[in-house]
T-cell receptor
């Protein structure tokens, strides 16, 4: 059974700080997606990475897919209250079915 | 452009009652999905419909049935609700199924409590 472990489960920091959250597995994934979910809403896709070692930037967010395509990280620079939410990673397996992590709940305090 | 619309937003049921969750998308997507989200467990796939006219079981199908009514609509039915089905349910759609890195579009969810 493929599993995606996200860490930390919960993170509360002050506005302006930097942070990194992780998504790890012992399995290889064909693709890795990051979604952000706000309370009372469904997840919204932030990025998809498909190549080992790939780095994508979305304003202050930097996403990296591990060289072996088993792990990924999300780095936020100068976090803002608007970054608050639940961050979910989802890996595509050999059949392109999505395996979901349990999420990192991020709170950015003003 | 509404995207994916789910109804109802909230529902309370007694054990043994039945109900249907409705989902419609206006993006002309071929594939639709039903997920449940429980604290600390991430999203788990209940059923999916890769294309109009087909439905398949996901990871946790027991106690549920689905109907792909047409290309736009995909409903989820609980025939005899149990407390273990207390959860937040999400409908999602995508252009195609089993495509590398396909983007999922989610509805805003249904919070279901079974007493």
């Amino acid at each position: 059974t493929q599993l995606l472990e996200q860490s930390p489960q919960f993170l509360s920091i002050q506005e302006g700080e930097n942070l990194t959250v992780y998504c790890n597995s012992s399995s290889v994934f064909s693709s890795l997606q990051w979604y952000r979910q706000e309370p009372g809403e469904g997840p919204v896709l932030l990025v998809t990475v498909v190549t080992g070692g790939e780095v994508k930037k979305l304003k202050r967010l930097t996403f990296q897919f591990g060289d072996a395509r088993k792990d990924s990280s999300l780095h936020i620079t100068a976090a803002q209250p608007g970054d608050t939410g639940l961050y979910l990673c989802a890996g595509g397996d050999s059949n392109y079915q999505l395996i979901w992590g349990a999420g990192t709940k991020l709170i950015i305090k003003p | 452009n509404a995207g994916v619309t789910q109804t109802p937003k909230f529902q309370v049921l007694k054990t043994g009652q039945s109900m249907t969750l409705q989902c419609a998308q206006d993006m002309n997507h071929n594939s639709m999905y039903w997920y449940r989200q429980d604290p600390g467990m991430g999203l788990r796939l209940i059923y999916y419909s890769a294309s109009e006219g087909t439905t398949d079981k996901g990871e946790v199908p027991n106690g549920y049935n689905v109907s792909r009514l047409n290309k736009r609509e995909f409903s989820l039915r609980l025939e005899s609700a149990a407390p273990s089905q207390t959860s937040v349910y999400f409908c999602a759609s995508s252009n195609w199924y089993t495509t590398l890195g396909e983007k999922l579009f989610f509805g805003s969810g249904t919070q279901l409590s079974v007493l």
